[in-house]
């Protein structure tokens, strides 16, 4: 048989290089496959393959061996089976440097497969697409991990891809030392256990879900680089940008039409301000400026540039430098507006030519595209690392279902509207949150402060300060709704907030005071309503 041991193995040009006498290619994503086929074959290599990989190397005009001519099987069972064979295996995993491995190679006439390439079939893009659970299940791939983790395992002696961005990389290796250097190959074995990993992440996470398993004994997560990062919060911290994949919009699967790089603060402010922002327009334009993860400004208006005006005369101070979010494609008079102020970040689900002009103006200013909204309401877990492990709990998608009118006098029209969309802000305040609205605009915001009647009267000063610098008659908090992302524990918030001359309240209830709170809301004349929902950020 063409092709036994001692045909592969580490000789090549020089040493620690394994030469490419033989490859076994079989991808599910066939991006750049011919060209990379063509460029091993031109020096000398034998390519074996599989099903529609061959044929489209054939198409090409190449010489295609099949697997089943190595195995001396037949692919069976629709496919499940055919590279799962000790003649596949055995010529990846046979150390080169053992002279037993090498001599049952002989004794069996087994290939060395010198390079895999192998793609995944797109389990995770089928379970994306919302295919049948026997879609899915078709999808998980069973011989290709094998075969990755046997030559990446083998990396002593064996090339692996596991992507088609490899083959650039093997190639070059291949032209300048007649072969793959051992330390590509060492790193692209830690890059295939973690595609495997990866892979096996999202098909667990899948089955759980579908087992109706909340807190499986073991749950994996993996993700894919979108870039390195300059550093993280602060220079000294090593940092990069991973995705999982999902399909949900937002900042990782946002376009960057221009501006600096990203960094790793731009990143999570950025996810937040969008985030926030999908919940708080419905078919009104919305605007948010966002400052180190938390709202600075947040309103509603009839075009998106009245939005922005509103939310950035909440708190001009700390919207300097922040991030923007819209829930609107932006045009000429919102880029205008946004470009006036320095800004950040800016992050819209889509722009005309015009405003794209206006942007282009500020050539530092990042402008990032989503081509849609998130859904606020949409499942999904949020993953936190602790100190040896890790938390996960479902997403916060749930906003407003109840409000109970717990005082004397019930909000009017106006404040309910207000109160609404206070909740909507405060939910993406850093607790303890409290935020005046006016108007379906923010006008004063209070973060994460340890005391909730701290937060009360930092919001209510940062209005004051606004009307000041904006030469208004009276603090605007004056006839404000107010929300509580949590309860009120004594009467004293509700003294601060009247103090401030807010009307109507919205907090979750069910603290052990709430007669003592409610008693000082008739006391004050505030109407105030119960939600029985928390919304804490911590």
Not at 216 to 239: I, K, S, V
Not at 476 to 488: L, N, Y
């Amino acid at each position: 048989m063409n092709g036994m041991a001692g045909e592969g193995g580490d000789a090549g040009a020089q040493e620690g290089v394994v030469a490419v006498r033989r490859a076994l290619i079989s991808v599910s994503d066939k991006t750049g496959v011919v060209a990379f086929a063509q460029a091993l074959a031109a020096r000398g290599a034998e390519i074996v393959s599989t099903g529609g990989t061959a044929a489209a190397l054939r198409e090409a005009g190449l010489a295609v061996r099949e697997v089943a001519d190595v195995t001396g099987s037949p692919e069976m069972m629709n496919g499940r089976v055919k590279t799962l064979h000790p003649r596949i295996h055995g010529g990846l995993l046979a150390r080169r440097d053992d002279a037993a491995h090498m001599a049952a190679l002989a004794e069996h006439a087994i290939p060395a497969i010198d390079l895999l390439a192998v793609s995944l079939y797109p389990f995770e893009a089928t379970v994306a697409r919302g295919a049948s659970p026997e879609d899915c299940v078709e999808n998980i791939d069973i011989g290709g991990p094998a075969m990755l983790r046997a030559a990446a395992k083998n990396f002593a002696g064996v090339a692996v891809a596991s992507d088609p961005e490899d083959y650039a990389a093997i190639l070059a290796d291949i032209a300048a030392v007649g072969g793959v250097g051992v330390g590509l190959r060492r790193r692209l074995a830690a890059q295939t256990f973690a595609r495997v990993a990866a892979y096996d992440a999202a098909v667990s996470a899948w089955m759980a879900e579908q087992a109706g398993l909340e807190t499986p004994r073991w749950r994996a997560a993996a993700g894919r680089l979108r870039q390195p990062l300059r550093y993280g919060e602060n220079p000294h911290q090593r940092a990069a940008f991973y995705v999982d994949g999902a399909a949900r919009p937002g900042v990782a699967a946002a376009r960057q039409v221009q501006g600096k790089e990203m960094s790793y603060n731009n990143i999570a402010d950025t996810d937040a301000a969008f985030e926030a922002v999908a919940e708080l327009g419905g078919d009104r334009p919305a605007c948010i400026v966002v400052k180190h993860a938390n709202p600075c400004g947040a309103a509603l208006g009839d075009t998106l540039a009245e939005a922005y005006g509103r939310a950035f005369d909440c708190d001009r101070v700390s919207a300097f430098g922040g991030v923007v979010a819209v829930n609107r494609p932006l045009d000429t008079a919102a880029a205008e507006a946004i470009t006036g102020v320095f800004t950040e970040v800016v992050i819209a689900p889509g722009a005309d030519a015009a405003a794209l002009a206006v942007f282009s103006q500020k050539a530092n200013l990042r402008l990032l595209l989503t081509e849609a909204m998130p859904d606020p309401a949409e499942d999904g877990l949020a993953w936190r690392q602790v100190s040896g492990g890790w938390l996960a709990q479902s997403r916060d998608a749930r906003l407003l279902e109840e409000m109970k009118v717990v005082t004397a006098r019930a909000p009017s029209v106006a404040e309910l509207a207000d109160l609404r969309f206070a909740w909507a802000v405060a939910k993406h305040v850093k607790s303890n949150a409290v935020v005046y609205a006016k108007g379906q605009a923010t006008v004063g915001v209070g973060a994460g402060q340890m005391s909730r009647v701290d937060s009360a009267r930092i919001a209510a000063r940062k209005a004051a300060d606004m009307a000041a610098a904006l030469d208004l008659p009276e603090t605007p908090t004056k006839g404000a709704a107010v929300a509580s992302d949590a309860f009120f524990p004594f009467a004293d918030g509700l003294e601060a907030l009247a103090e401030a001359g807010a009307t109507a309240v919205i907090q979750p209830g069910g603290a052990m005071r709430d007669a003592e709170v409610i008693a000082a809301a008739d006391r004050l004349g505030l109407a105030m309503v119960f939600t029985g929902l928390r919304h804490f950020r911590h």
